[in-house]
């Protein structure tokens, strides 16, 4: 089993920026894909960013956010920059050993969310 925690999620105005993190714990396999989900009020759960033998991101949120993975730490990570109150939302990191990205499923390990707030 693999554990998630996310932290770094806040209250922000429009333009600022937030960091958040998201260290694993557990069976953690080096060579596997970390990154992150969100989830708004009354809408579905959307891919953001991920992170593994490549980077992929959402187009809403290219340019603006920035993923990184040190797997020393098993920690990943999401600057986010140029924030808009569209990306109000509960963030969740989720990890898996394979690329989940790329092959379109969602992964098996997911955090417990943080929020992100963005006020115009």
């Known amino acids: 089993s693999v554990q998630l925690v996310e932290s770094g999620g806040g209250s922000v105005q429009a333009g600022g920026s937030l960091r958040l993190s998201c260290v694993a714990s557990?069976?953690?396999?080096?060579?596997?894909?970390m990154g992150w989900f969100r989830q708004a009020p009354g809408k579905e759960r959307e891919r953001v960013a991920h992170?593994?033998?490549?980077?992929y991101y959402s187009d809403s949120v290219k340019g603006r956010f920035t993923i990184s993975l040190d797997n020393t730490k098993n920690t990943v990570y999401l600057e986010m920059n140029s924030l808009k109150p569209e990306d109000t939302a509960m963030y969740y990191c989720?990890?898996?050993?394979?690329?989940?990205?790329?092959?379109?499923?969602?992964?098996?390990?997911w955090g417990q969310g943080t929020q992100v707030t963005v006020s115009s």
């Open positions: 992170a593994g033998i490549r980077t």
């Open positions: 989720a990890y898996d050993s394979f690329d989940w990205w790329r092959v379109n499923r969602e992964p098996d390990y």
């Open positions: 557990g069976n953690v396999y080096k060579q596997g894909f």
